[in-house]
């Protein structure tokens, strides 16, 4: 009652106050307005002074009389009300007005103003929840629509117990320093009713530095993340997921679709410290799967791609069954269990639409088109031998440099993708591909490109190495920058060495020829051949260093060259009988004699010859190859491998127009009558020799023939002069 009399005394003696006032304003705005704007105008102003005035006295002497804890409490309504200025200045004015207007009525005790205003302005303690117990079912519609919040979830959040008024957005906190209980749920629902608006709401909250409203994201972000995994409901949906023009999970998760391969960053603290550990888990697996499945549905052949999609939705099963061992708590392991359930269901149902486009047909593992990579280790057979020959070389105590080379298809760039299961753990294979315009462009393209190799191919055998200095270092200085790294590298390998395989590294001549390469990177290969003891090289071509000229044999220094040929008669058989360990296709007796005979166990033609076959006994319905399917598959490799006949026929007959010419007239003889005329001139003998060092033609009994009969069918049958 004290309060309240207090209050009315207050506004009483401010009206009383005002109205003496009022009375002189009256007087003088009646003047002026008589003189200036008339009558009308003059009225309007004494009116609008006395009912201002009024009010404003009022409440003022009525505020500034008041107890306390009752000026406290208008004290803390203003700070928060003034809040979303988020202006320190605004917060000390209004914090010394109001001590100014308390000082009189409550002497020393108005400072206690500062800490209540402090509280309000900075919204330290959660304001919300005052604000949902009184205001939220005088005014619910409205509050809701202060949220941002979709009609649907308006409707969801009408208030059935107390629990759900507290389940409000950030808008009325945005300066809250402590979490906010149940605001990951609200989140989380929004996301599911309306993801582009729950997705603004998300990036808006990301802005805030307060850590309450970045523990609301780190408890949300999982299961807004498996939500939108789940509602996928087809393959294309799926693999969309990957794509970086995703429209919601791109922005939620950026890191996980702009990792450079190349990069150190592995670390969450560094990547995205407010991402919880589950994501960091599961999110690179579940990438691998999806590209697993674009890898297999690439394949040409329906039943690869349905062997495919059942061996990831076996990968899919055991990565559900270790959840539990990959660290996850119980409920990460609700969270994401339905997910992988459904994508179980997403692939089956692929599978079961791959299974009826089949009807049946085999699976055609063969590849001729591109090398056999590390991954493909049922179809890569044989060279041990070789392997052996590379890992003696390297370790002898003098260190030459290994020069690989042979006709073209033969599996050279096959051998070095597989090095790594081939050698032992102490010598670290890395492949470096020179066909690449990105490493010849420049010399301190080639250097940074070595770099980036030799970091991710020893990445990939489980072996860290130091950070890849940034492009512009070499471009600054590419050979101090390349054996700066190198000290570092080596320090860290220990006794381990590090085999350079240049593949196709004629390039590098071609590069210098073009003036991209300077002769200074002779030199300086020539310098790490020498003094870096842990390093060792494997040039791998279709050419000798000989062959090259005088540049390439003068600078590399003790070399041994290795000629790859052609598969052992046992490692080719194997490769046409069990290229897959799925393989159902069958032979007739004497087929796969045959075609080893046909193909001389060249690589590139086993291949090619094995995929005919297999696919005509799919044309055909059959699993059985008879010595009708084997010529038919005859011809189609001819169409399939008509590049590769193309390049022999047209490259490899000369260096010159007249050469050529020369070199197919000498093929087209062997080829139709088994026999080659007497060489009369010096072009013609360099053009046979060219032949024979090519192993297109060999020197049998004094006479000539093909190295490969396959080869010498398509010169016979389809040949085109140039």
Known sequence: AGVVAGVVAGVVAGVVAVAVAGVVAVAVAVVVAVVMWGVVA?????????VVGGVVGGVVAGVATLPLTWFSVVASLIAFALAPAKDNRLFIITTVILIAFSAQNLGWLSALIIPVTLVSYYRIFPDYYFISLISYYIFPHYLLKLFRFSDSTNRRLRPQTAKILFELPPYTSELLWIPLPNHARLLISEFRERPQQALTIFQYTQTFSLPGFQITLQNALPQIV????????SIPELIFTANSDHPILPFLISPFYHLDSDSNIH??????PRVKPELYILLPRLQTIIKDIQSALENENIALRERGLEKINDKVVRLQSQLSSLGLKSEAIKRWTPVLEHWQSVIELEQNEQHKLSQGELINPFQYGNPVRLDQKNLFKGRQRFANEVVRRVLDRDRPTLVLHGPRRCGKTSFLYNFPRLLPSDILPVFVDMQSSAITTSESDFCFGLVRAIHKDCKSQG??????????????????????????????????????NLDEFEKIGTAIRNGQITLRLFDQLRHLIQHYEQLGFLLSGVQTLEELGPNWSSYFISVVPIEMLYLELNEAEELLRNPDPDFALGYAPGIVEEVLKFTNCHPYCLQLLGASMVNQANFNHTDFITAELLQASINDAFISGQPYFTNIWTEFTGTTPEEIVIGQELLLQVAKTDILLPITTEIAEKVLTRLLRYHILQNINGGYDFEIPLLKQWVRERAVRS
């Not at 498996?226 to 996928?232: E, V």
């Open 463 to 500: 072996v860290q190495l130091p950070n890849i200095p940034k492009r512009t270092d070499f471009q600054a200085s590419p050979y101090t920058t390349l054996e700066d790294w190198l000290d570092e590298a080596f320090a860290q390998i220990g006794e381990r060495r590090i085999l350079l």
């Open 267 to 272: 670390t969450p603290e560094i990547l995205l």
């Open 42 to 50: 003059g009225v309007v102003a004494v009116a609008v002074a006395v």
């Open 226 to 233: 498996a939500d939108q995994l789940k509602q996928i409901q």
